[in-house]
């Protein structure tokens, strides 16, 4: 039997505020006087998030590496309320889609009249590029917050993995430029000339290429797992797409975004990648441990 030599679990945004969390798990906050919400919960991922813990503490031994992305974002961005306001000068509530021609017409408008051309020119680069269309998220994965922070039960397995394995866990930052959407972690929707954060990793890239196995898990499966998932396909070759494994029991997509989810899963089937439930895997890495 052919063992692959070295499995790279990609870990996509497992973070506080995409994870529906229960009660228990949500931290009280002196300055609201108030438990801390998650901002934008992705129905069904603190239950992905708690099969991934166990993923990694079950077949741990048969992973070489892990990765991790970071939601890193500034409170003020042109993706969040308050660069907004519409043609009454009210804030621009979460979940609205805003696009250039309706900020031409004045329907919405940046609040700060100085922006108006640079909001513009993103918004005819994003819509040019045709993958999305400029949506507004409520305030999530605010630099230095609790929601940026990973899951509680994902950060104890993998600091579990870190101590057996006498390797460190590489975690990858992205979308602290406010003047783009960054979904994927391999580059940003529209990038910015002056940011080499925002631009292609071909660092990142080259390095995932590297391994054998790339299994890939987190939130959401509608939008940052989409978005890096096929970025990543865009730049292998198509002979090296079957090292993908989309670990379909740790994704689910936001809210609404369901049938995106599943053109994706189609999609990327169809491009050779495999889909497999987590607990599909674990023999085969259990065997290699063994082995």
Known sequence: MNIMRSTHLLIIDPQNDFCDLPQ???PFDPASN?????????????????????????AGAGISDISITLDSHHRLDIAHPGFWQTAEKQQVTPFTQISAAEVRSGVYQPRKSTDLARALSYLDALESAGRYQLMVWPVHCEIGSWGQNIHADVHAAYNRWEDASQRSVSKLSKGSNPWTEHYSAIMAEVPDAEDP?????RAFIDMLAQSDQILIAGEAGSHCVKATTEHIVDN??????SRLVLLTDCISPVSGFDSQYRDFLGDM?????RLAQSTELLPELLARRAA
């Open 34 to 58: 108030s438990r801390v919400s998650p901002a934008l919960p992705v129905p069904g991922a603190h239950a992905d998030m708690q099969r991934l813990a166990q993923f990694i503490d079950r």
């Open 236 to 241: 292998f070759g198509p002979h090296s797409l």
């Open 197 to 201: 954060a925002t631009q292609l990793n």
């Open 24 to 26: 228990d798990y949500l």
């Open 269 to 273: 089937q169809s491009k050779g990648l």
